[in-house]
């Protein structure tokens, strides 16, 4: 513990600022003040030295010289233990408590301001009382955020006017991250003035995770600064790498669907998902799309999630082969029902998301010495245009949206197909991703849509024929990128899909639109292009 | 331009200050500094005010306070138009040039220092310097680099002692580099000595990508800080964001690859690699591995590249049609011949990567509000544990090393089917990717596997079945991760394949491992995964 006897008190803003210095005034510390500081506690009937006259100087060139002096520098820096002899020889009482913010550079550079105007936002006197008083935190005590005054004035006020080492050193790191993500700013910003590119940035509260994509690799993770905590786990074990992965994608499928939707994923992609009316049987949808890989999967709602909405994975049958083995459910709210429910698995995680817009809006990727930063492929209206001779049906657009939301999910090449059931779900009913080429995963995803109209036959005693031409028939399939060439068109036409939909763009559009009419097909373009990789 | 008449010099590094300290003297300009800095230029002969004399301060408390007074600060801030009767009022002359570097903080936290011996560390006297220079870099110039003495000299020798407004604002940048690096190094060790994981990354160079992932996308791409240029152009057009990513697959492929090597990239995943000797043929035998989808790839080789070596790509044949599109070479060095020779692919770039160990040792994911961060999956040698009846045979340890580079490279789930020609070269026969379930990638393998053989046997007028059968027997499959379920061992036998790799680890390796034995296969496990997502 110190006691405070002695402040100097130099803000920006002044927010807080005259009951925080009433507290110092009541526990008999002198205050100590600059400028427009000194004129607000005044204001306020406080008692406050001026700064001049502790350092002998006037205040300087417009306010650009004011604290900067031997004689606050020492008083903030001298070791209370092996200089107070020295200290005393020359003169300089110790400063127990700094309270400084600095100019308001981001905010001044954010609105665009000229180099004349950012230079003057450069803050060099607060900066170094902060910095100085941070390294003798052993003796002194800094504050520079405003959050911080009340708990500080509860401190001073219940010991007496003293600080604990514990509050001291937690406040000079907090002090660091100040100066540090300030200077941050001024560099950016000084490079941009002069054409050149850099990026600075910031994370915290970082925590071991078990590994990382790999048990032979050591992973952390860490938080955005100022940032809200994105996934909170409400039950169930520890979050790994992947699981986070696999989260992202997971959120990002269903929250671009306006309906209650849900979707299943394993290994980032999605291998299940519908999008309807209640979550209950949009899970049974989703899950249908690939019932193989569900197994293991990280299942998404986009609607708060009740006690009955997991049915269909059986957590508390008593043949435990019956029950359906999932990783993690992620929504943005569980109700206690549902909770229970998910209690029946050990292992089941239960994920809380609220999305918020700006924390997600760009992509890093780290590489060989480089930094990729891109936006995200951020939802959009596509609007359709009609190629072939025979137009896409305009009753479908909802069908092809859910199409077109799915397939940017999808590592690329990536191919969907979807289709509506009769009560107006939409279905994924097969999807094929990460080939090589296009047209292999054309018939990745007729081959999954096949095998799920066949099951669907076998389970509703359909003639299995009949049952998967309609189906495909009325089914669409979207691409993720354009087709280079016009053979996943017969790919399609054998398949029995008859309703294409594809971004465009490529030299030989021409023949792949000619081939469709030929074939009979339907095709619209996008113009909008959604690889993922 | 401004003349240079009086520096302050207070280094820690005393790297080049003499010949720099010589150069000021000679034209004339005064000399003031501090402690070590004084002594190491008076013993050079040079004549030297002592700080002191100007600040009318002693160096206090054990050095912590030299160069910290209102009439150094005064003398660097002061506005040379607005403020000049102010200061010559208040006595404070002009400071030019500011010659400082800081305490190694950064070093001595990385060697594990304790945190009293940081906090020495901590430079405050420095930072305000520099700073303050930096701000006023319209009448003051800022030296914090060592190297940039030498330049620095050069110009005031030219000019009789002047530094240009360029100079100085190029200065001042770097300036501001420095000590927004030096307080995200405290910022994060003060975190790390109170159990709290931060993170400051740091980026510079940008520039802009046409676009993203797509073209709705902006996107930038930045150097890593005192990092090596990774990639470097030599001709072609601009690299894409695309392009980087899979430059960074290919490089990443074939270095992990002791002998010559070749790998052929699409959408991030190798869809061809072989290893053996002359890169001419290696080329060759890469692109069979699937010759549809090798157009328009990004090719990588492990060795430079010579006249010959792209001949397969016949990019000068007369017949367009015959010419293969390949998207960009990577290479660790180019011939002149061979760059002429992808000269007539006008878009072809030819793309040099060094490849220098610690950049590349971390990958970063941003994800909502939250960054991963993990080792890289660097190559390591795997020990391989027999657990069939039939042991795996012991003289094909190279060919199983180079399957699972390539699975590690390929997005999960992943599966690859390699083998040996008769020549010793190493072929990727079939890959498998990006699967929701194993047994998907095994198919997908075995089908690329199965066309590739097919071909090579019509082409060489083989019996197919036979050839096919011969060769399935010969090679191996290597999986990125553990068998779930026994049904990917009937899909490999079934299909001819006969010795598999695998990581191990699942709560079914009993059953897969029976499955083999039943079978007449042979398995052995890794003990290491290679997921990568």
Chains 1, 2 share one sequence.
Not at 83 to 95: K, T, V, W, Y
Not at 140 to 155: F, H, L, M, N, R
Not at 370 to 395: G, Y
């Amino acid at each position: 513990m110190i006691l405070i006897k002695r402040a100097l008190l130099s803000v920006h803003d002044k927010t807080g600022l005259v009951p925080l210095a009433r507290t110092l005034s009541e526990i008999g510390c002198e205050l100590i003040s600059t400028g427009g500081t000194r004129k607000a506690l005044e204001e306020a009937g406080l008692s406050v030295t001026d700064i001049s006259s502790v350092t002998k100087n006037p205040e300087a060139f417009g306010g650009r010289v004011k604290t900067l002096s031997f004689q606050i520098c020492g008083s903030l820096l001298f070791d209370r233990k092996k200089d107070s002899a020295e200290a005393s020889r020359l003169g300089i009482e110790p400063l127990d408590l700094v309270v400084c913010n600095l100019y308001p550079f981001q905010k001044v550079w954010e609105r665009g301001a000229s180099l004349p105007e950012l230079i003057e936002e450069i803050d060099i006197g607060g900066v170094t009382l902060i910095r100085a008083g941070a390294k003798n935190f052993a003796g002194v005590a800094v504050v520079v955020d405003p959050q911080d005054y009340e708990s500080i004035g509860k401190e001073l006020i219940s010991t007496g006017g003293r600080l604990a080492l514990e509050t001291r050193r937690r406040l000079m790191r907090k002090a660091f991250h100040h100066v540090a993500d300030y200077d941050a700013a001024i560099s950016v910003a000084m490079d941009q003035q002069d054409g050149q590119e850099s990026l600075r940035l910031s994370f915290t509260d970082g925590a071991p995770l078990r590994y990382g994509e790999n048990p032979h690799q050591k992973a952390r993770v860490y938080r955005k600064s100022s940032s809200f905590a994105p996934f909170v786990a409400l039950q169930g074990k520890e979050l790994s790498y992947n699981n986070y992965l696999d989260l992202q994608s997971a959120v990002d499928t269903v929250a671009g669907l306006s309906r209650p939707a849900c979707a299943v994923i394993k290994h980032t992609n999605p291998c299940g998902i519908a999008e309807g009316d209640s979550l209950k049987r949009l899970l049974e949808v989703a899950w249908e799309g690939d019932p193989t890989s569900a197994f293991g999967s990280v299942i998404a709602f986009n609607r708060p999630l009740g006690e009955h909405d997991l049915a269909c994975l059986e957590l508390d049958h008593t043949d435990k082969s019956r029950r359906r083995f999932v990783e993690i459910v992620v929504a943005p709210e569980f109700s206690k029902e549902a909770l229970s429910y998910m209690a029946h698995a050990t292992n089941l995680r239960a994920v809380v998301h609220t999305r918020q817009g700006s924390a997600t809006d760009v992509d890093l990727r780290l590489l060989d010495g480089l930094l990729l930063r891109q936006d995200r492929d951020s939802a959009a209206e596509e609007s359709l245009s009609d190629k072939t001779n025979r137009p896409v049906d305009p009753s479908i657009s909802g069908l092809i949206r859910f199409g077109i939301n799915a397939v940017r999910q999808v590592k690329s090449n990536a191919i969907v197909i979807v289709r509506a059931l009769a009560d107006g779900t939409f279905q994924l009913l097969g999807m094929g991703s990460g080939q090589p080429n296009r047209v292999d995963s054309v018939r990745l995803a007729v081959r999954k849509a096949r095998e799920n109209l066949e099951r669907e036959a076998r389970d509703q005693a359909l003639s299995m024929e009949t049952h998967v031409t309609t189906e495909l028939t009325r089914a669409v399939l979207v691409s993720d990128a354009f087709f280079p060439f016009p053979d996943s068109m017969d790919a399609c036409s054998e398949a029995g899909v008859r309703t294409i939909i594809q971004p465009g763009g490529s030299i030989r559009d021409q023949a792949v639109i000619r081939r469709c009419d030929e074939l009979g097909l339907s095709m619209a373009f996008t113009g909008r292009r959604h690889f993922k990789h």
